[in-house]
């Protein structure tokens, strides 16, 4: 009878270990999507001018072509034009999904939204007037990890800390 209860006991124990453990893991498994989850990131960005109402393009490694460019209709943001936000010294919230290679036209926003068709790549490359505008540029995280994304920037800008984002360029 002795032996019985033992090995019940036993097996009671081991059934509380293992169900804890597989516990543990699904938290840790849940954890680890959350902060895998993809979303927009927010990108600040200095520039050598002011470039803040010019089209972005992307250029290929070598700077020596465009990788990437908006559709006519792409250049919104929540149903307005995507302008980037300023922010405190000189930096920049980008809206568009820009990049270090990022590469500026010489047609605004508006300018871009209006015309009849989207131009390709031939039409576009002798409107770039600035192949490297960027000074410093940092991805800050995910913008969803954010309440109000400007205040919260500002706030890093102006005290200077940096460490909690990855540096582009």
Do not use: H
């Amino acid at each position: 009878m002795k032996k019985l209860f033992f090995l019940s006991s036993l097996i009671l124990l081991c059934s509380i270990l293992i169900s804890c453990m597989s516990a543990k893991k699904t938290e840790t498994a849940n954890n680890n999507a959350k902060s895998s989850i993809p979303g927009p990131k927010a990108i600040i960005y200095q520039t050598k001018n002011d470039y803040s109402k010019l089209v972005p393009v992307m250029l290929g490694e070598d700077k020596k072509s465009i990788e990437s460019y908006p559709d006519i209709k792409d250049v919104f943001y929540d149903g307005k034009l995507a302008y980037p936000i300023e922010l405190k010294n000189g930096y920049y919230l980008d809206n568009r999904g820009i990049g270090k290679n990022v590469a500026f036209l010489s047609l605004t926003y508006d300018e871009y939204s209006k015309l009849p068709k989207t131009p390709n790549t031939d039409e576009l490359w002798p409107l770039i007037v600035d192949k490297d505008p960027i000074k410093t540029m940092y991805n800050c995280g995910l913008r969803s990890s954010f309440g109000d994304i400007a205040d919260e920037l500002n706030l890093k800008i102006i005290s200077g800390d940096f460490s909690t984002f990855s540096k582009i360029k």
